[in-house]
């Protein structure tokens, strides 16, 4: 082969994507995959079947609850997680084959095996069951994602302490579950087994749920629905370890010097995710990697070497497919000599429970910490027609502007279709819409999103239907 104009490392939301964008500018571009299949993660592991797991449970939940709808004898029907983990593994499948089929039809060589860079600059070596095979480029991309964090003092063991992917192939259902950590993992796949009965008991360390990201008044919100629906809380309580118990095995915590005990046949641990620079040959190519292990990049994601750049979840910040995709289509940008940005202050968060948690930008607790002063919308579903009508009433839509110029600094939400309705968020404060500009923009009734609207217009006090 040829000299390649970029070989791509990693074949996950940002790899692939990456990879597609240099074919679509005119690159020849290989594509490294050390999986059989490609799609990273998310795609195989993370996202997608996490998404599948939950729409299955939820149609559940509603068959279940249906009574009132018309659903008669709702409350005796049963569930097969079989048949669910089937569905899962098709929807993997068809999105596997899909990704597979785009970059094939764009001209990109799939090269799978284990990729590492080279003492020698623009040279990735490629292990494999086939043997080694060296690929000679003017342009290398890392993106080779992140790992589960294990805790030290619990390590897996596929059966009783258990990471998400093992929470997402689990054949039957707990009777006990504890999750360790209240991120979007932990109570995504904690509302998948409680809707099918497990008793979820989630411990925290921090005092709210859904980390840094939110506010502490939609992590109230949010907390008390998910009560409602039978997942218990321990916040403040720092893990310790496992025991053996008279019903088998309990997780062990403290809090405030007092020992606590939580007896579970399933122990999902769900405490973060790290970088995945080992087996990358970074020690002796030279590569800098920062306290964390991420590789450190510049403005343009260069690294220390040349003709080397890194995105994802193996650099600094929020591991997010949908910034790795932004830093993808960026990266290839710039490598072939275009103008490639990504504005980080504008991405996107969501946790895919009911109701959804979702935000973007500035929080307001941020705002204030920093001396900002602003103006805060808010909007409470209660008083939404579509959301009475389908039975959708808890949460608020919160948006956060400048005092002084009304613009929109960040939006937060707690709602049935959350993930949905952040995305005009998103567009409208990419353009540096002000909160009247959206509380100008016509809305189609009845719909949840006119909750947004309403927000922005809470924010002058002009409400239409709140007080």
Same mark, same amino acid.
């Given at each position: 082969?040829?000299?390649?104009?970029?070989?791509?490392?990693?074949?996950?939301?940002?790899?692939?994507?990456?990879?597609?964008?240099?074919?679509?500018?005119?690159?020849?571009?290989?594509?490294?995959?050390?999986?059989?299949?490609?799609?990273? &993660?998310?795609?195989?592991?993370?996202?997608?079947?996490?998404?599948?797991?939950?729409?299955?449970?939820?149609?559940?939940?509603?068959?279940?609850?249906?009574?009132?709808?018309?659903?008669?004898? $709702?409350?005796?029907?049963?569930?097969?997680?079989?048949a669910m983990m089937t569905n899962k593994d098709k929807v993997v499948a068809q999105l596997n084959q899909g990704v597979k089929f785009l970059v094939s039809k764009r001209g990109i060589e799939?090269?799978?095996?284990?990729?590492?860079?080279?003492?020698?600059?623009?040279?990735?070596?490629?292990?494999?069951?086939?043997?080694?095979?060296?690929?000679?480029?003017?342009? /290398?991309?890392?993106?080779?994602?992140?790992? /589960?964090?294990?805790?030290?003092?619990?390590? +897996?063991?596929?059966?009783?302490?258990?990471?998400?992917?093992?929470?997402?192939?689990?054949?039957?259902?707990?009777?006990?579950?504890?999750?360790?950590?209240?991120?979007?993992?932990?109570?995504?796949?904690?509302?998948?087994?409680?809707?099918?009965?497990?008793?979820?008991?989630?411990?925290?360390?921090?005092?709210?749920?859904? $980390?840094?990201?939110?506010?502490?008044?939609?992590?109230?919100?949010?907390?008390?629905?998910?009560?409602?629906?039978?997942?218990?809380?321990?916040?403040?309580?720092?893990?310790?370890?496992?025991?053996?118990?008279?019903? =088998?095995?309990?997780?062990?915590?403290?809090?405030?010097?007092?020992?606590?005990? +939580?007896?579970?046949?399933?122990?999902?641990?769900?405490?973060?995710?790290?970088?995945?620079?080992?087996?990358?040959?970074?020690?002796?190519?030279?590569?800098?990697?920062?306290?964390?292990?991420?590789?450190?990049?510049?403005?343009?994601?260069?690294?220390?070497?040349? $003709?080397?750049?890194?995105?994802?979840?193996?650099?600094?910040?929020?591991?997010?497919?949908?910034?790795?995709?932004?830093?993808?289509?960026?990266?290839?940008?710039?490598?072939? =000599?275009?103008?490639?940005?990504?504005?980080?202050?504008?991405?996107?968060?969501?946790?895919?429970?009911?109701?959804? /948690?979702?935000?973007?930008?500035?929080?307001?607790?941020?705002?204030?910490?920093?001396?900002?002063e602003v103006k805060v919308g808010k909007f409470q579903l209660a008083g939404n027609g579509r959301a009475i009508a389908t039975d959708a009433t808890t949460g608020f839509v919160k948006v /956060?502007?400048?005092?002084? &110029?009304?613009?929109?600094?960040?939006?937060?939400?707690?709602?049935?279709?959350?993930?949905?309705?952040?995305?005009?968020?998103c567009a409208h404060m990419e353009y540096g819409a002000s909160a009247e500009d959206i509380a100008r923009t016509c809305f189609a009734h009845p719909t949840i999103s006119e909750s947004f609207?309403?927000?922005?217009?809470?924010?002058?006090?002009?409400?239409?239907?709140?007080?």
């Amino acid at each position: 082969m040829s000299q390649l104009d970029l070989v791509v490392i990693g074949s996950g939301p940002g790899g692939y994507v990456a990879a597609i964008k240099a074919a679509q500018l005119g690159l020849k571009v290989a594509l490294v995959e050390k999986d059989p299949v490609l799609g990273g &993660t998310c795609l195989n592991v993370g996202c997608i079947p996490s998404k599948a797991l939950l729409h299955s449970t939820e149609v559940f939940h509603q068959v279940s609850h249906g009574k009132k709808h018309g659903l008669v004898g $709702g409350e005796k029907v049963t569930f097969d997680v079989g048949a669910m983990m089937t569905n899962k593994d098709k929807v993997v499948a068809q999105l596997n084959q899909g990704v597979k089929f785009l970059v094939s039809k764009r001209g990109i060589e799939i090269v799978q095996g284990l990729g590492r860079l080279d003492k020698q600059a623009g040279k990735v070596l490629v292990r494999s069951t086939a043997g080694e095979r060296t690929l000679e480029t003017k342009n /290398i991309i890392i993106a080779t994602g992140s790992s /589960i964090v294990e805790l030290p003092f619990m390590k +897996f063991d596929g059966e009783t302490i258990i990471s998400s992917d093992h929470g997402i192939a689990l054949k039957g259902v707990p009777e006990k579950m504890v999750v360790v950590g209240s991120g979007a993992i932990g109570l995504e796949l904690g509302s998948v087994w409680a809707r099918l009965g497990s008793q979820v008991t989630v411990v925290e360390m921090l005092p709210s749920i859904g $980390g840094p990201a939110y506010d502490a008044d939609v992590a109230k919100v949010a907390q008390q629905a998910f009560e409602k629906q039978g997942i218990k809380f321990e916040l403040g309580a720092k893990v310790t370890g496992v025991k053996k118990s008279a019903g =088998g095995m309990a997780l062990t915590a403290e809090r405030d010097g007092k020992p606590l005990e +939580f007896p579970a046949d399933k122990i999902l641990v769900a405490v973060g995710r790290k970088a995945n620079t080992q087996g990358l040959g970074a020690a002796e190519a030279g590569l800098k990697l920062d306290e964390r292990g991420r590789v450190v990049i510049d403005d343009h994601f260069r690294t220390n070497l040349p $003709g080397v750049y890194a995105i994802g979840d193996v650099v600094a910040g929020p591991m997010l497919a949908h910034k790795a995709e932004e830093e993808g289509v960026a990266a290839a940008e710039i490598i072939a =000599g275009k103008a490639g940005h990504v504005n980080y202050n504008i991405i996107p968060g969501v946790i895919y429970t009911d109701p959804e /948690i979702a935000g973007v930008g500035m929080l307001e607790s941020e705002a204030k910490a920093k001396n900002i002063e602003v103006k805060v919308g808010k909007f409470q579903l209660a008083g939404n027609g579509r959301a009475i009508a389908t039975d959708a009433t808890t949460g608020f839509v919160k948006v /956060i502007a400048d005092a002084k &110029t009304d613009k929109v600094l960040g939006v937060q939400i707690v709602s049935r279709g959350g993930s949905e309705m952040i995305a005009a968020a998103c567009a409208h404060m990419e353009y540096g819409a002000s909160a009247e500009d959206i509380a100008r923009t016509c809305f189609a009734h009845p719909t949840i999103s006119e909750s947004f609207k309403e927000a922005a217009m809470a924010v002058s006090k002009s409400s239409i239907h709140s007080l």
